[in-house]
């Protein structure tokens, strides 16, 4: 089992439209999370960084932490086609510790 | 956060020569960088952790002679993949951890497509 699990996808949703993207993760010493979106052939990019459980918002963003089930929640409230990217979590235990990431959720946004 | 330059973008090469791939931290002074590996439609693959002035930490069934990586200042990393193969067709990212988006935060460059005819 990896210690970080995350649907593939694809997950496609019409413009507009509420996503959520979802990890699962095993290891209960991870504090730190972050999303990273890929866009096709450039390197990831930081979108959310959250310490502990709770929520960040930012934007059309809104990053979720829930330790105790050792889930993480990326939502983007209306969707649009310049949002369609593979969305990578990471997570690490103490600072400085290097990260580890799922698999990726690539999402398509229709117009 | 960090900034990150990779150099060159995209490289085409023929079987059996080398290709070096630059990678700067533009305005922070990296003592790690990492290098990373990633096939299409695939999640990324650490290769290794770039030290500034001391060997290069490969994940293992990482080729460390294959792929050779020299830190020699704290803001520029250079990965050389030797005696290219078409096998050795990827993406490779470096990132810098650290900066002012936080201490484990990783900052990306923007990779480099590396084709091998």
């Known amino acids: 089992q990896k210690e970080v699990e995350q649907d593939p996808g694809p997950l496609s949703v019409p413009e507009g439209a509420i996503v959520s993207l979802n990890c699962t993760y095993s290891?209960?010493?991870?504090?730190?999370f972050m999303w990273y979106r890929q866009y096709s052939r450039k390197g990831p990019e930081l979108l959310m960084y959250t310490y502990s459980s709770g929520n960040k918002e930012d934007g059309r963003f809104t990053a979720q932490v829930d330790k105790s089930s050792k889930y993480i929640s990326l939502f983007i409230r209306d969707s649009q086609p310049s949002d369609s990217a593979t969305y990578l979590c990471?997570?690490?235990?103490?600072?400085?510790?290097?990260?580890?990431f799922g698999g990726g959720t690539r999402l398509m946004v229709k117009p | 956060g960090a900034v990150v330059s990779q150099h060159p973008s995209w490289v085409i090469c023929k079987s059996g020569t080398s290709v070096k791939i630059e990678c700067r931290s533009l305005?922070?002074?990296?003592?790690?960088m990492f290098w990373y590996r990633q096939f299409p439609k695939q999640s990324l693959m650490l290769m290794a952790t770039s030290n500034e002035g001391s060997k290069a930490t490969y994940e293992q069934g990482v080729e460390k002679d294959k792929f050779l990586i020299n830190h020699a200042s704290l803001t520029l990393s250079t990965l050389t993949v030797t005696s290219a193969h078409p096998e050795d067709s990827s993406f490779y990212i470096c990132?810098?951890?650290?900066?002012?988006?936080?201490?484990?935060?990783?900052?990306f460059g923007a990779g480099s497509r590396l084709t091998v005819l």
């Open positions: 990471a997570m690490s235990g103490a600072a400085g510790n290097m990260l580890t």
């Open positions: 290891n209960s010493a991870f504090q730190y």
């Open positions: 990132s810098v951890v650290g900066g002012n988006s936080g201490a484990n935060v990783l900052t």
């Open positions: 305005d922070f002074q990296a003592t790690t």
